[in-house]
């Protein structure tokens, strides 16, 4: 199975901050790739698709990139809306895995 | 508007059986690959099943292959997941989420609002 790392684990950010997490494959995925936002007992929603592609009704602050073996999601200014945790999730093989997941907390 | 919604959850001893299912409106169910994904409590998220549209390709996370069962009813518009030989280590809850097949593979653009299993004697 393809092994998904990101990191941090945790990070404290304050409104109006650029964040960048990273997600990193233990083999080439190419740009199959995906992110996900959950929030506090609420399923999961997709951000990105395909590594950059912005999902329809995602805000654009938020955007992907990378390929191969290293992603990031980048929010370019923290909204309250955003404090939540970040999945990535790897589509190039099945079994299908996601990250450990990052979680954004208020500085 | 789409809407899944997951049933079936519950306790149960380990070893036990447990069947959940997910009914989906608001989209044609039929034409859409569908998945399980699962959150153990504080956890992250794990990918268990993927059936296709038609169910004729079917995969399985390694940790639940051999014990569980993912079939779908294209008729009542209607997924399921039969859990056979539970474990501890299940104790989680059960997501259905659809695959939008427009991705170039797998990923999961609508929820259900999950169903807890959980594993206990």
């Known amino acids: 199975d393809i092994q998904m790392t990101q990191s941090p684990s945790t990070l404290s950010a304050s409104v109006g901050d650029r964040v960048t997490i990273t997600c990193r494959a233990s083999?080439?995925?190419?740009?199959?790739l995906a992110w996900y936002q959950q929030k506090p007992g609420k399923a999961p929603k997709l951000l990105i698709y395909k590594a950059s592609s912005l999902e329809s009704g995602v805000p654009s602050r938020f955007s992907g990139s990378g390929s191969g073996t290293e992603f990031t999601l980048t929010i370019s200014s923290l909204q309250p809306d955003d404090f939540a945790t970040y999945y990535c999730q790897q589509y190039n093989s099945y079994s299908l895995t996601f990250g450990g997941g990052t979680k954004v907390e208020i500085k | 508007e789409v809407q899944l919604v997951e049933s079936g959850g519950g306790l149960v001893q380990p070893g036990g059986s447990l069947r959940l299912s997910c009914a989906a409106s608001g989209f044609t169910f039929s034409i859409y690959s569908m998945n399980w994904v699962r959150q153990a409590p504080g956890k992250g998220l794990e990918w268990v099943s993927y059936i296709s549209s038609g169910g004729s390709s079917i995969f399985y996370a390694d940790s639940v292959k051999g014990r569980f069962t993912i079939s779908r009813d294209n008729a009542q518009n209607s997924l399921y997941l039969q859990m056979n030989s539970l474990r501890d280590e299940d104790t989680a809850v059960y997501y259905c989420?659809?695959?939008?097949?427009?991705?170039?593979?797998?990923?999961?653009?609508?929820w259900g609002q999950g169903t807890l299993v959980t594993v206990s004697s």
């Open positions: 083999q080439s995925i190419s740009s199959w």
């Open positions: 989420a659809r695959d939008p097949m427009a991705a170039g593979g797998t990923t999961f653009d609508y």
